[in-house]
């Protein structure tokens, strides 16, 4: 027999769903919560909390987020009481982001951007709104009362709110004014169907292995009429916005005469992957005429692989791109040991392209369609 209250009599068999059911009854007939935010009486010392990357209302509470998060918070809440202090424990809630909009898409039929401009932005956001109500209410209930969080959820922010959205505003106003921010260029991960930037958050969730192409590159080496500078890409469509060919200034790199298809050419490639690199190549006579260290091969000139083909590259960037430049990125364990730089399309190409002052060149609409800069290519949708 086991007396909860003097309201509360129960014979407990481990019925486990029972015990939980009289509990939150006596809770909320006690008022327990409240009792509990009050904290001592005359207490005057305060444990304050805001929850922080609040739980994100566009699906339903998993075991993940009540093992982790929200248990750890309730942990810590409950230390502090009992070490006596008043506790004011503000809850929240992320409700806005991209897997509530994509949700909506498949409710709505909606294959593409344009089509939420056809049904009406006003739509589109009330459903919306409507699929955080309903994600939220199972959020209250699952994720915060029957897990017992006594987080003040009357007073919990809101991030789709009015008052919430002003504020950040404000802020960052503020920021602004005091000379505290920016404005500069950043290369982001990107969806062309949503013709949006993605958080790494938002990237993991819709994240697949697939095989694309991948493919070996010679850039001529200016002067030359047989002389390359080889890279290797797993992304060929970021050619064309290609500035620069990067190589750790500490290797040692190889200019390698090779027999290709009865002609002689002479590659320059990373020393330790010539073995291999000429296998892969299928050249059996070959030779390494010279080995240099990375740092001296810096300033050399090479060719676009689209100069004078239908590819416009414009004039101004010739003579503040096509060299090489040095990386501590570039490593041996894939490729040529020499890398195609893109500033658009790459964080570490973008720092390289800040660096050294190349050109910033962008071929592709937000919609990952080839524009006007991809000549040929124009209109062409990424593969």
């Given at each position: 027999?086991?007396?909860?209250?003097?309201?509360?009599?129960?014979?407990?068999?481990?019925?486990?769903?029972?015990?939980?059911?009289?509990?939150?009854?006596?809770?909320?007939?006690?008022?327990?919560?409240?009792?509990?935010?009050?904290?001592?009486?005359?207490?005057?010392?305060?444990?304050?909390?805001?929850?922080?990357?609040?739980?994100?209302?566009?699906?339903?509470?998993?075991?993940?987020?009540?093992?982790?998060?929200?248990?750890?918070?309730?942990?810590?809440?409950?230390?502090?009481?009992?070490?006596?202090?008043?506790?004011?424990?503000?809850?929240?809630?992320?409700?806005?982001?991209?897997?509530?909009?994509?949700?909506?898409?498949?409710?709505?039929?909606?294959?593409?951007?344009?089509?939420?401009?056809?049904?009406?932005?006003?739509?589109?956001?009330?459903?919306?709104?409507?699929?955080?109500?309903?994600?939220?209410?199972?959020?209250?209930?699952?994720?915060?009362?029957?897990?017992?969080?006594?987080?003040?959820?009357?007073?919990?922010?809101?991030?789709?709110?009015?008052?919430?959205?002003?504020?950040?505003?404000?802020?960052?106003?503020?920021?602004w004014e005091k000379g505290l921010l920016f404005e500069d260029y950043r290369v982001l991960p990107f969806c062309p169907r949503c013709e949006t930037a993605l958080s790494d958050a938002e990237v993991d969730q819709g994240?697949?292995?697939?095989?694309?192409?991948?493919?070996?590159?010679?850039?001529?080496?200016?002067?030359?009429?047989?002389?390359?500078?080889?890279?290797?890409?797993?992304?060929?469509?970021?050619?064309?916005?290609?500035?620069?060919?990067?190589?750790?200034?500490?290797?040692?790199?190889?200019?390698?005469?090779?027999?290709?298809?009865?002609?002689?050419?002479?590659?320059?490639?990373?020393?330790?992957?010539?073995p291999k690199l000429m296998e892969k190549f299928g050249v059996k006579d070959y030779e390494i005429v010279r080995v240099v260290k990375g740092s001296e091969l810096a300033g050399t000139r090479y060719g676009h692989i689209?100069?004078?083909?239908?590819?416009?590259?414009?004039?101004?960037?010739?003579?503040?791109?096509?060299?090489?430049?040095?990386?501590?990125?570039?490593?041996?364990?894939?490729?040529?040991?020499?890398?195609?730089?893109?500033?658009?399309?790459?964080?570490?190409?973008?720092?390289?392209?800040?660096?050294?002052?190349?050109?910033?060149?962008?071929?592709?609409?937000?919609?990952?369609?080839?524009?006007?800069?991809?000549?040929?290519?124009?209109?062409?949708?990424?593969?």
């Open positions: 027999m086991s007396v909860i209250d003097s309201r509360f009599t129960l014979e407990i068999q481990f019925d486990v769903k029972r015990i939980e059911e009289v509990v939150r009854q006596y809770w909320r007939e006690a008022n327990i919560e409240g009792k509990w935010h009050e904290g001592p009486e005359n207490a005057n010392k305060w444990y304050t909390f805001l929850e922080g990357g609040p739980p994100t209302t566009n699906g339903f509470p998993h075991v993940g987020h009540i093992r982790g998060g929200r248990t750890y918070k309730d942990v810590v809440l409950r230390y502090h009481r009992l070490l006596g202090y008043r506790v004011w424990a503000q809850g929240g809630w992320d409700e806005q982001g991209l897997p509530v909009e994509i949700e909506v898409e498949k409710k709505l039929g909606l294959r593409t951007k344009k089509d939420i401009e056809k049904v009406g932005y006003e739509k589109f956001s009330l459903e919306c709104n409507s699929l955080v109500d309903y994600y939220l209410e199972r959020w209250r209930e699952v994720g915060t009362r029957r897990l017992g969080l006594w987080l003040d959820l009357d007073k919990a922010y809101e991030t789709r709110k009015p008052y919430y959205i002003e504020h950040v505003w404000s802020f960052l106003k503020n920021a994240y697949e292995d697939r095989e694309d192409p991948s493919i070996y590159v010679k850039f001529p080496v200016e002067g030359s009429s047989n002389t390359y500078l080889v890279i290797w890409t797993t992304t060929p469509w970021t050619l064309i916005d290609n500035e620069a060919v990067a190589v750790n200034p500490n290797f040692n790199y190889a200019l390698v005469k090779a027999n290709i298809n009865n002609a002689t050419e002479y590659l320059w490639l990373a020393e330790p992957l010539v689209y100069m004078g083909g239908k590819v416009p590259i414009h004039a101004s960037h010739i003579d503040r791109a096509h060299y090489v430049v040095l990386a501590d990125f570039v490593t041996l364990e894939e490729g040529t040991g020499l890398v195609h730089i893109a500033p658009a399309h790459g964080p570490e190409d973008f720092e390289v392209a800040k660096k050294y002052g190349l050109p910033i060149t962008n071929s592709v609409e937000i919609n990952g369609i080839f524009n006007e800069n991809g000549g040929e290519f124009r209109g062409q949708v990424l593969a």
